[in-house]
Structures are given as structure tokens and as C-alpha cells.
């Protein structure tokens, strides 16, 4: 199976290249933002005008036209194949049990602001104890659970904001 890479132009535009249809265009660099390009006999000045590498996209400038150019390597088609997502972050806003068990101590209360990994609550569970830490910087919105309480695996323990 050939490699494959997928560019969108101006998020309308989609474009599927091989590694060989890369390798044979005939294309030259001129300057360290410039390429020269000539496709079905029509000459083209490329001339890159911005980059974000982090996100794969660039604008380029053709013939005085812009265009914003976002390219997905094979990697990220599986990524996306398989439902999962690179470099975007989700707030994490309520804390659920992982597994069921006994609340041991539960040291915040509702308006106490947290730092990512200070000490929500200690959970029991077969005889081990589990220390759940704050996943952000954020503010406790609601404690669900006291200690002493009975909780099940999903349940609602601390809601943050």
C-alpha cells in the first residue's frame, strides 16, 4: 500500500498525494520562502507567507492568490480512523470514580481553588488506597461524596469549574 497525504485547501479543498506523485513534481526552491513550480505546462511562483508547524498548516501565496494549506500525513488518518485526536486538549470539568470503592478523605470543598495534581479525595478500592488529583489549575465547583461514602465505578465525585 502506497503512503498517502492528504492536503485541504481553505478547509473546502481536499487533495490526496502519494509519496511518488511528490517526488515527481517539478518543482525548484528559489528562496528560503519561494518555489517555483510548473504544473500541466503552466509556470507557478509559490511563495509561503506563513507556517504553523504544530498544526501542519500553511498559507501560501500562488500568483497573488492566498491559500491556507492544512496537510495530513498517514499518521494522522489513523488517528482520525481510529476516533482519536492529537495536540487538543479537553477541560476535564467533573471527576468520576474509576472504580468502586470507600471515600477516605476528601481534604477540598466547594469554592477551594486547586493546582493540576494537588489531592481531591483518597478512594479505596480492594484494600489499596487511591489518590485522585486535580487533571487542571481550576476552582472546586461541588463535592458529590463525603468521606465514609460508598461511591460506584462512574459516579460523580467533585465538579470543577
Do not use: C, W
Not at 506563513?50 to 500568483?63: G, P, R
Not at 481553588?113 to 486535580?134: I, P, Q
Amino acid at each position: 500500500m502506497e503512503t498517502k497525504y492528504r492536503l485541504q485547501v481553505n478547509e473546502e479543498f481536499d487533495f490526496s498525494l502519494t509519496e511518488n506523485e511528490i517526488q515527481n513534481l517539478d518543482i525548484q526552491q528559489i528562496t528560503d520562502n519561494s518555489l517555483h513550480l510548473i504544473h500541466q505546462n503552466q509556470s507557478k511562483t509559490i511563495e509561503v507567507t506563513a507556517t504553523d508547524f504544530i498544526n501542519k498548516t500553511y498559507t501560501v501565496k500562488i500568483n497573488s492568490s492566498s491559500y491556507r494549506v492544512a496537510i495530513g500525513t498517514p499518521l494522522d488518518a489513523l488517528i482520525e480512523a481510529m476516533g482519536l485526536s492529537l495536540g487538543e486538549a479537553v477541560a476535564v470539568n467533573d471527576i468520576k470514580a474509576p472504580m468502586p470503592g470507600l471515600i477516605l478523605d476528601v481534604p477540598v470543598k466547594a469554592g477551594d481553588t486547586v493546582k493540576e495534581g494537588d489531592y481531591l479525595l483518597v478512594l479505596e478500592a480492594m484494600k489499596m488506597e487511591n489518590a485522585l488529583t486535580a487533571p487542571r489549575d481550576g476552582v472546586v465547583k461541588a463535592v458529590a461524596i463525603a468521606k465514609g461514602d460508598t461511591v460506584d465505578k462512574g459516579q460523580l465525585l467533585i465538579e470543577m469549574e
